[in-house]
């Protein structure tokens, strides 16, 4: 089992930043490829960033390239989401994941385990 609590949403500016955090505790984080979600009002869980069990190999949605990072510190079991360049089209709740094999990152069928989400809003 692996349990994830995300933390760093709230109201920002368009154009603002925010780190979200997601904070992994139980199976071995260091063995796990993460990914964040998000899901705004009325519409589906979409892709926003994943990053592979060493860090090595990022993987981004279109619409946030150049302006998310995604990172991990596997010392503090701990995956990040720095977002710069915030639009109100951001606005949304922010989901971390786990998945136990790096299949398809980009689909949340990959994914075996989630957070609870953070909220975040851009105001324009």
């Known amino acids: 089992q692996v349990q994830l609590v995300e933390s760093g949403g709230g109201l920002v500016q368009a154009g603002g930043s925010l780190r979200l955090s997601c904070a992994a505790s139980?199976?071995?984080?260091?063995?796990?490829?993460m990914g964040w979600f998000r899901q705004a009002p009325g519409k589906e869980r979409a892709f926003v960033a994943a990053?592979?069990?060493?860090?090595?190999?990022?993987y981004y949605a279109d619409s946030v390239k150049g302006r998310f990072t995604i990172s991990r510190d596997n010392a503090k079991n701990t995956v990040y989401l720095q977002m710069n360049g915030l639009k109100p089209e951001d606005t949304a709740v922010y989901s971390c994941?786990?998945?136990?094999?790096?299949?398809?990152?980009?689909?949340?069928?990959?994914?075996?385990?989630w957070g609870q989400g953070t909220q975040v809003t851009v105001s324009s």
């Open positions: 139980g199976r071995t984080f260091s063995n796990t490829a």
């Open positions: 990053i592979s069990w060493s860090g090595v190999n990022t």
């Open positions: 994941a786990a998945a136990l094999y790096t299949n398809n990152l980009y689909s949340t069928s990959a994914y075996n385990y």
